[in-house]
């Protein structure tokens, strides 16, 4: 099993300006995060805007970010969705392309029982050799992946290695914690709470804010593990408002209009995601 670190970002998906793939971006926004503290990547999720990207285009942007880093950091690469056989058939493809680790999202629309979330991810995992990662986001598929279900899939399924949670409960976070081994890694979706889960046993941060503020969350980690709580604290609080201010319209419409105000140039949004309003660039621009 690999680590994928402390400090996982969920990288956007570049366009150009006719709302293609733009690779040349793409290369040059990977090198960015590299430098700026990001310990892994993960591709095609739902920061990359992966429901509108088509199964070929998923394929090409994992081979292509595997060829970028080339060693220097774990790609994961986003393969999940609610239809359990082509989730299998993309993970398939994206091991041969090369990445690191799966992520697999909790199946959205269908609401699957507590088993059939367990068997969904079970057989996908059954069907690669590679590391899987789960997440947990019930804000955007309308099903919970109960902490009893993760703690079945961390303990029986080898290759479940991680969680990605963005449930927002400290509470089922702990349950899960308290209940799997020391090597299975859990994550936070959820920026903001990146030092409280930390401070229960937690891994670290799937993180957007890292996009634009890397170098000041990895100072927060690094702070926290050498025992320095106060200076981590302090981080947190200063990094607060815009970790809300990335969420203030459907992501990744803010951080990618964030990169654009840094300097790095990732294009738009795909419909049915539209830019900020006037008013939203102001007050991004001013957290900023």
């Known amino acids: 099993m690999i680590s994928f670190g402390r400090l996982s970002t969920a990288m956007v998906t570049p366009f150009d300006s006719k709302g293609n793939i733009d690779f040349d971006k793409t290369t040059q ?16 999720g739902t ?8 199964a070929e285009e998923k394929i090409a942007l994992f081979r292509h970010t595997v060829k970028v880093v080339n060693g220097r950091i774990p ?10 056989r082509a989730s ?51 804000g955007r598929t309308s099903v919970l992946i109960e902490p009893k279900t993760t703690i079945r899939l961390a303990n029986e399924v080898p290759n479940i290695m991680a969680t990605k949670e963005a449930s927002g409960s400290i509470d089922i976070i702990t349950e899960i914690i308290a209940n799997t081994e020391d090597d299975f890694l859990v994550y936070s979706g959820d920026d903001g709470l ?34 320095d709580v106060q200076t981590a604290a302090s981080i947190h609080q ?29 294009g738009g949004v795909r419909l049915p995601l ?15």
């Open 194 to 227: 990146t030092l409280p889960i930390l401070s229960i046993g937690g891994t670290g941060i799937v993180s957007v804010a890292s996009h634009v503020a890397g170098n000041e969350m990895k100072e927060m980690v690094n702070a926290f593990l050498i025992g």
């Open 88 to 138: 299998i058939e993309l993970s398939k493809k994206a091991e041969a392309e090369g990445v690191d680790a799966i992520m697999l999202v909790a199946p959205y629309y269908n609401k699957p029982s507590q088993e059939g979330l367990f068997q969904h991810f079970k057989i996908i995992a059954e069907s690669t050799k590679l590391p899987v990662m789960i997440y947990n986001i019930p």
């Open 238 to 266: 200063r990094l607060l408002p815009l970790f809300r201010g990335l969420f203030a319209a459907p992501n990744p419409v803010p951080v990618k209009t964030a990169l654009q105000m840094k300097g790095l140039d990732v």
């Open 29 to 44: 926004l990977i090198e960015h995060l590299i430098q700026s503290g990001t310990d892994s990547l993960v591709v095609a």
């Open 47 to 54: 920061t990359g805007e992966s429901p509108t990207l088509t």
């Open 75 to 84: 790609v994961i690469a986003g393969t999940g969705s609610n239809n359990t």
């Open 274 to 288: 539209i830019p900020l309003t006037e008013d939203e660039r102001t007050i991004l621009s001013t957290l900023l």
